[in-house]
T-cell receptor, first 114, second 113 residues
């Protein structure tokens, strides 16, 4: 069975700093997808970034980028120039190619301080 | 705004009761997924429908059932409710039935007293 581990329950940084959230996963699959979702206090679940395992290039979306290390089964999220609006729970999620369900990590609570 | 709508936003009910949660997917999306987010168990996949047919089942209790209608909206029915069913229930949708990105609705917060 696949598992997703987020080892940092909570992190806080100053506004404009760079922060990296960690995620590791366990799978025997070769084809899969990884996601980072953000859940602000409004509780809405918002897609931040997506990575296909067959792609070696790390995904980027504006200030958000990932460091995908397939051999190490690691998928960290880097947020550059952090903003107050980045304050949220961040969830790492895994989906194998032949299945449609997202397997979730426990989440990291990120607090951006002014 | 993801384009996925869920009603109601909040629901308060008593143990033993039955409730129905409703989800309308984004325009053009054929797949609907249901997830439960609770304090003790985190986020869990419940069930997926594609174009009216059940395609995948996760940790869904027998007391829970779902369906997707011809207009593609979906309903999650929860019966014989227990205190432990209190949670945030999310609906998500995607274009197809493969590994498309899932877009989430705002959720329905269910409180069972």
């Amino acid at each position: 069975a696949q598992t997703v581990t987020q080892s940092q329950p909570e992190m806080s940084v100053q506004e404009a700093e760079t922060v990296t959230l960690s995620c590791t996963y366990d799978t025997s699959e070769n084809n899969y997808y990884l996601f980072w979702y953000k859940q602000p206090p409004s509780r809405q679940m918002i897609l931040v970034i997506r990575q296909e395992a067959y792609k070696q290039q790390n995904a980027t979306e504006n200030r958000f980028s990932v460091n995908f290390q397939k051999a190490a089964k690691s998928f960290s999220l880097k947020i550059s120039d952090s903003q107050l609006g980045d304050t949220a729970m961040y969830f790492c999620a895994f989906m194998k190619h032949s299945n449609y369900q997202l397997i979730w990590g426990a989440g990291t609570k990120l607090i951006i301080k002014p | 705004d993801s384009g996925v709508t869920q009603t109601p936003k909040h629901l308060i009910t008593a143990t033993g009761q039955r409730v129905t949660l409703r989800c309308s997917p984004r325009s053009g999306d054929l797949s609907v997924y249901w997830y439960q987010q609770s304090l003790d168990q985190g986020l869990q996949f419940l069930i997926q429908y594609y174009n009216g047919e059940e395609r995948a089942k996760g940790n869904i209790l027998e007391r829970f059932s779902a369906q997707q209608f011809p207009d593609l909206h979906s309903e999650l029915n929860l019966s014989s409710l227990e205190l432990g069913d209190s949670a945030l229930y999310f609906c998500a949708s995607s274009v197809g039935q493969l590994t498309d990105t899932q877009y989430f609705g705002p959720g329905t917060r269910l409180t069972v007293l």
